[in-house]
């Protein structure tokens, strides 16, 4: 009975912990390059400029432009 109390309170304060750390970040976008986006090239870039993970996205248009997402 005392193993399942210690292991209950342990995991509502590893959960607790967990909670707070992730409160209140937010993810922001950019968009880095307007045309024809080279995948490789927009991950590097993302991650050297803004430290975030770099993408083509596909416009209304059908021009590819790099967004990166990033930690505000």
């Known amino acids: 009975m005392t193993?399942?109390?210690?292991?209950a309170?342990?995991?509502v304060v590893i959960i607790g912990m967990v909670a707070n750390e992730?409160?209140?970040q937010h993810i922001c976008h950019q968009?880095?390059?307007t045309n024809n986006c080279n995948?490789?090239?927009c991950t590097t870039l993302c991650e050297q400029k803004l430290q975030?993970?770099?993408q083509?996205?596909?416009t209304v248009d059908r021009r590819f432009i790099c967004?990166?997402?990033y930690q505000c």
Request: hydrophobic residues 45%; glycine residues 16%; charged residues 10%.
């Open 67 to 69: 967004v990166c997402n």
């Open 31 to 33: 968009i880095l390059t």
């Open 9 to 11: 309170i342990f995991v």
């Open 56 to 58: 083509c996205v596909r």
């Open 22 to 24: 992730t409160q209140g």
């Open 39 to 41: 995948g490789a090239a």
């Open 52 to 54: 975030g993970s770099g």
């Open 3 to 7: 193993k399942f109390t210690f292991l």
